[in-house]
């Protein structure tokens, strides 16, 4: 028997993905375990591979279109069943292409704010009640892609679109039916109501007029004249009303200023949902510490005399919080529901500053590392990072991150936790500070601010401080990242 392969969620909470290349062929042999396809995520490329065997009988998708979670994405046949009578088993049906497979039910339904088929009756409204908003739209302002969906309604072809498509669309009050799809056999995708609201359309930015036909004011009456009955042919305010913004036509203040809409990236979005649920409900606290990096930098230029890989600071703060968290493994620990779990390895996260984001690629067992290898390591893992190459696995783990913004000049900051990580070191550039020596004097040295944020659910103040002292002491000591 076929299996109908669907897109599988390979990031937490995403709501989709999008196939980079497929790495199979129709009439492929397939053993569990091979890598079907490239799918992006919101932060990584995954290779996702088989988990049944068979032959491949060929792709639902194209590659290069998001795709909703859940979305019957290619067919693999059963040893001796034709692949042609395997794709028509799930072969998609309809205008769009599609059989449904793009709810997770697969049931094929139209989701309750699907278009209405067009041989459905139109509901009654009072004479006196306003038209629907799509009748304001002034002649000759419909654009091609609203005559091709008023053909294909006309016709009794029903307009589609992907589920997070609709639910962008009824969130941002846009007509699917006005919009013209690139995603597969013409459905309506996620990209096409971005771009839609990037382009920012009249229909977006005019509010509708009670009826076709009539116009809308484009300016404030002036202060000064009484303000005479609105003419016929042109829209009154709605009651609420009030303002100048709220005259007819009139744009907020400040909108009519010059400016570009970007459009959020899934990257974007992640980082922002991920950090909002991390400031909003994990309880931070932050402790601040000067270290004295004299020593630790002369260090640094001896041993890249001879290391076979230029080791950079960030290296060695790195090694000096595994060798913290050795020193004091109550503190390499997480939250979960039903426990704080505690690690024997130590993996930590490095922030890596990506275009339009950022990644936290996961160093696995630092404790155990030199510091030529963790240096040669945290490089290629940034450098793939930023070629958008890293693995999902790439990602996860880790009780602990390191962010460190030295290299732009910046001196203290402090960071937000990375979930459900529950500390992260925010370091500053190193800088000559006045500092008290020896007896008292007052001399210079180079000194480096360094912040922890804890999540207090799991480290105490007393247990936070006790590993940023041991922190500080692997620092200032450098020669203890040795032995």
Not at 241 to 251: F, I, K, L, Q, W
């Amino acid at each position: 028997m076929s299996e109908l392969i669907r897109m599988p969620q390979l990031a937490a909470g995403g709501e989709d993905a999008t196939i980079v290349a497929w790495l199979v062929q129709a009439g492929d042999a397939i053993a569990v375990g091979r890598p079907l396809a490239e799918i992006e995520t919101e932060k990584a490329v995954v290779e996702y591979e088989a988990q049944h065997e068979g032959v491949f009988a060929g792709a639902l998708v194209e590659a290069g279109s998001p795709i909703p979670v859940g979305t019957g994405i290619a067919v693999i046949a059963a040893e001796g069943e034709s692949t042609a009578d395997a794709l028509a088993e799930h072969a998609p049906v309809g205008a769009d292409g599609s059989d449904g497979s793009d709810r997770p039910d697969g049931s094929g339904r139209p989701d309750a704010d699907s278009a209405p088929e067009a041989d459905a009756p139109a509901p009654e409204r009072p004479a006196d009640a306003p038209a629907p908003e799509r009748a304001a739209t002034p002649a000759g302002a419909a654009t091609d892609a609203a005559a091709s969906a008023a053909a294909a309604s006309a016709a009794g072809a029903r307009i589609f679109s992907s589920p997070l498509a609709r639910k962008l669309a009824k969130e941002a009050g846009v007509d699917v039916a006005e919009l013209t799809g690139t995603g597969p056999n013409g459905r309506i995708v996620r990209r096409d109501i971005e771009r839609h609201l990037a382009e920012g359309p009249a229909s977006a930015s005019v509010p509708a007029a009670p009826a076709a036909g009539h116009a809308l004011t484009e300016s404030a009456p002036s202060e000064s004249a009484p303000a005479d009955p609105a003419p016929t042919g042109q829209a009154a305010a709605g009651p609420a009303a009030t303002g100048p913004a709220a005259v007819s036509g009139a744009p907020a203040p400040g909108t009519d200023r010059p400016h570009e809409d970007i459009p959020h990236t899934g990257m974007r979005r992640a980082i922002a949902r991920r950090l909002t649920e991390s400031k909003s409900s994990v309880p931070h606290f932050y402790l601040k510490a000067d270290l004295r990096v004299g020593a630790l930098l002369d260090l640094r230029a001896r041993l890249n005399e001879v290391s076979p890989v230029k080791i950079s600071v960030n290296d060695l703060v790195v090694k000096a919080a595994a060798a913290a968290f050795v020193e004091v493994p109550e503190a390499n620990s997480i939250w979960t529901d039903t426990a704080v779990r505690r690690f024997e390895a130590v993996d930590i996260a490095v922030a890596v500053s990506v275009p339009n984001g950022l990644v936290t690629p996961v160093v696995r067992d630092v404790q155990r590392k030199s510091l030529s290898a963790l240096s040669a390591e945290i490089r290629e893992l940034a450098g793939r990072g930023r070629e958008g190459r890293l693995k999902q696995h790439e990602l996860e783990g880790g009780s602990f991150s390191v962010s460190n913004l030295g290299m732009y000049g910046t001196e203290e900051f402090s960071a937000i936790l990375n979930p459900p990580q529950s500390g992260i070191l925010a370091v500053g550039a190193a800088a000559d500070r006045p500092v008290v020596g020896e007896g008292g004097a007052l001399e210079v040295a180079k000194v480096m601010t360094v912040t922890l944020s804890a999540d207090h659910r799991v480290l105490d103040g007393a247990l936070a401080a006790q590993w940023l002292a041991a922190f500080v002491r692997r620092i200032e000591e450098p020669m203890s990242l040795l032995v």
